[in-house]
């Protein structure tokens, strides 16, 4: 399987403007997840009721619906916040939307730490870009096993509401903006792939068909 250890090598200068909300295996080899000490505690006991969930993936329509407005921040929602986020952490994966997960809500998981314990949860995310144009390499969950490089701005402030149904704003550059902006992608049912060729698009089309991949 590709692997792309760009946008954690910190010497790299390219690396910096690259971001996937499939991550590299790079995030600490994190595939191997039973010898991980912080993902064991992650999957502790207290926290055995959550539930790693089937991502869909390309070409599957249903990635093309977009997701509904989140009215209250119930027990359903909270327990839709920690199964994403279980299931982000086992792709593994730096950031997920409910609508990879076939759930048509507004609401996103992204954790860029390599120490995979800050997770960011947004609901309703409203996002305002602003400054230069970076182009980075992306990858999806969703769209296993490819990276191509994608356009995007390097600043975004969020406004959005928290797990607990709080406020917050948010200023983000660098990776954690890229990733803001494709989840919020997927809230509108739109993929990395669709910034890319319509050539290279069908070919990435075709050989998911051929070569299913992911393990979903
Ligand atoms: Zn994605």
Redesign the pocket.
């Given at each position: 399987m590709h692997t792309d250890y760009r946008f954690l090598a910190p010497d790299n200068k390219k690396q910096s403007r690259s971001c996937?909300?499939?991550t590299p295996q790079a995030i600490g080899n994190l595939t191997n997840i039973n010898h991980t000490p912080e993902l064991e505690l992650l999957f502790s006991p207290k926290l055995k009721h959550m539930a790693v969930l089937k991502i869909l993936e390309y070409p599957d329509p249903r990635l093309r619906k977009k997701a509904a407005v989140v009215e209250a921040v119930d027990n359903a929602i909270k327990k839709l916040v920690e199964d994403m986020l279980e299931t982000m952490y086992q792709a593994p994966?730096i950031?997920?939307?409910a609508n990879?997960v076939n759930v048509q809500k507004r609401v996103i998981v992204i954790d860029i730490s390599e120490t995979r314990d800050n997770p960011l949860v947004l609901i309703n995310p409203e996002l305002i870009t602003s400054g230069q144009d970076v182009k980075g390499e992306?990858?999806?969950?969703?769209?296993p096993g490819y990276f191509e490089p994608v356009t995007r701005k390097d600043r975004v402030l969020v406004k959005a509401l928290d797990e607990q149904g709080s406020k917050i704003e948010l200023n983000a550059d660098g990776l954690l903006a890229v990733c803001i902006q494709?989840?919020n992608?997927?809230l509108e049912g739109k993929?990395?792939v669709d910034y890319l060729s319509s050539l290279k698009r069908s070919r990435i089309r075709r050989k998911i068909h051929k070569t299913p991949q992911g393990g979903h």
């Open positions: 996937s909300c499939a994966g950031g997920l939307a990879q992306e990858g999806c969950l969703s769209v494709h989840e992608d997927h993929l990395f």
